[in-house]
């Protein structure tokens, strides 16, 4: 069986690698990956996400049992529906269902409408009436561009003056084009941060190990929001019981929620939730794996992960399984500058081998060699398996001060929070 994977990070990498090793799985292909992934047996193919044809024709040449969809802008541009109406498999929710993450207003409509617990919001699309609402609540307050923004376009502002700000460069500065033609301000809601995924197909879901992604650019939650520093699972501090209030408060609901609305759901939903003192919440919504949580929960599956979507896809049961011991934690490796300004063509360590894992996000071939050259914000990620998250740390850190890493940055504190 030869499989698809749509995208080219780090997320990706993970994503393609776990399938490889996979039982009855020949070749996996990752279009338009990058060359990092080569070193662990992978085929990249210069295809972009946006060239839905070319991947069509593509699979249909190399007789792909199915694709699997990674990047969040593939989604929201159809690519699940146009390879249907090709006759070809693919693993991701149709556009409509994606809505759930282009559009944080309808998001939250749907929150609100199936009495899912998120913060309070408006929407606005004029800069006066957003700038009168911010004065009015006041801050903290939370400022989000509607639509795709890399990761990028949520702002938690801690004064009124640095919300009115964000505002402004979103809806007359175009700071990030249509997505920020409209905004969502929501009440700023204090807790600790965690991910849910789940594998869906319809009202069936099968969740996955918790996870903790750190956003900030630099140690202690410092800096600007980037796609994601590092992160680790399962969050072993949570306690099961706050895990099946937000199954049964939240992803239980949205999923009979969406086949309410005539846009059911199937492939990975990632819910963003923030355990607050009135129980866990939404702050938002992702229609595919997150990025770097894929890293660490994918490693954490011991069973056939070709064969479990494969089933997801039939409608069959699957047999999922994850490892019940230890601690899975990862560190992004990223150009120096990132998430703003930042150089290419940095050369990269050899890749890891042994205990440690290297995910390639932005990694590119020089043209005279082999050497692998940065290629793009976040580079590589090391991750690595452990007893406890103290030990991971451990292991990664003292890899990452043997490596050269002139020219990349990386956090120190990547799992302190579960200390």
Known sequence: MKLLVVGSG???????????DSKGVSQVFVAPGNDGMTLDGLDVVDIGISEHSALID???EQDIAWTFIGPDDALASGIVDDFEAAGLKAFGPKKVAAELEWSKDFAKSIMTKYSVPTARYETFSDF??????????????????DGLALGKGVVVAMTVDEAITAAHDML???KFGDSGARV?????????????????NGEQFYIMPTAQDHK???DGDKGPNTGGM??????THLSPSVVETAIDTIIKPVLEGMISEGRPYLGVLYAGLILTADGPKVIEFNSRFGDPETQVILPRLTSDFAQNITDILDGVTPDIKWAEKGVTLGVVVASEGYPLQYEKGVQLPQKTTGDIT???AGAKFAEDSKRLLSDGGRVYMLVTTADDVATAQEIIYKKLKEQETTGLFYRLDIGSKAL
């Open 172 to 174: 007359l500065d175009n």
């Open 358 to 360: 290297t995910y390639y």
């Open 10 to 20: 780090g997320r990706e990498h993970a994503i393609a690698k776990k399938l490889l």
């Open 230 to 235: 590092g992160a680790y699972a399962p969050v």
């Open 184 to 200: 969502v301000i929501e009440e700023f809601l204090d807790g600790e941060e965690f991910s849910l995924f789940a594998f869906v």
């Open 128 to 145: 006066e009436a957003a700038k009168a609402y911010i004065i009015k609540e006041g801050a903290p307050i939370v400022v989000k561009a």
């Open 58 to 60: 593509f699979a249909k």
């Open 216 to 218: 900030r650019a630099f």
